[in-house]
T-cell receptor, first 111, second 113 residues
Framework: DAGVTQSPTHLIKTRGQHVTLRCSPI?????VSWYQQVLGQGPQFIFQ???????GRGNFPDRFSARQFPNYSSELNVNALLLGDSALYLC??????????FGSGTQLSVL | KQEVTQIPAALSVPEGENLVLNCSFT??????LQWFRQDPGKGLTSLLL?????REQTSGRLNASLDKSSGRSTLYIAASQPGDSATYLC????????????FGPGTRLSVLP
């Protein structure tokens, strides 16, 4: 069975641009969450979606938005990119409150 | 606000040693706690999940304990191997949806052959 897949794996953008990151959960998983991991730190929670509804939002500005589609895949959008948005963006899926399964992440560099 | 700390930040041990990684959290009102492993530049792999009503979980050479009242968890690794070299992170969830986790900064483990 395929694990959590994320695309693209790497991305380079310039300040002020917009970016869309994509995530496909494990088949059967209806819950998807997004995390931002800055080098040397633990991941920080950005969003959780369950059955296409937002169930949680971390302490991130409104430039960050997300959505979940009927097939449970998800997109994370970031507008007006800042240098500080450079990080590894991780997507995770699970069956409600069980173990989290993470994708390999999208490494975003903002120049 | 929940804060998670991990001690030590880095650890280097010879192959075959038993070792303990520590995790502390400030708010004992957690739903569950997970230990993860992360290899450089990669995503996280869940190792053990402990529900708030449980005291410990075991998987192979790994054992994790949870003392919710004192805000502590430990991950015990028996007979360490070079393949265990990675960063180990603990995380606590704040609600029963199970995905809103607060992570610690991790312990970087090196097991020397």
């Amino acid at each position: 069975d395929a694990g959590v897949t994320q695309s693209p794996t790497h991305l380079i953008k310039t300040r002020g641009q917009h970016v869309t990151l994509r995530c496909s959960p494990i088949s059967g998983h209806k819950s998807v969450s997004w995390y931002q991991q800055v080098l040397g730190q633990g991941p920080q929670f950005i969003f959780q979606y369950y059955e296409k509804e937002e169930r949680g939002r971390g302490n991130f500005p409104d430039r960050f938005s997300a959505r979940q589609f009927p097939n449970y895949s998800s997109e994370l959008n970031v507008n007006a990119l800042l240098l500080g948005d450079s990080a590894l963006y991780l997507c995770a899926s699970s069956l409600r409150d069980e173990k989290l399964f993470f994708g390999s992440g999208t490494q975003l560099s903002v120049l | 606000k929940q804060e998670v700390t991990q001690i030590p930040a880095a650890l280097s041990v010879p192959e075959g040693e038993n070792l303990v990684l520590n995790c502390s959290f400030t708010d004992s009102a957690i739903y569950n706690l997970q230990w993860f492993r992360q290899d450089p530049g990669k995503g996280l792999t869940s190792l053990l999940l402990i529900q708030s009503s449980q005291r410990e979980q075991t998987s192979g050479r790994l054992n994790a304990s949870l003392d919710k009242s004192s805000g502590r968890s430990t991950l015990y690794i028996a007979a360490s191997q070079p393949g265990d070299s990675a960063t180990y992170l603990c995380a606590v969830s704040r609600d029963n949806y199970g995905q809103n986790f607060v992570f610690g900064p991790g312990t970087r483990l090196s097991v020397l052959p």
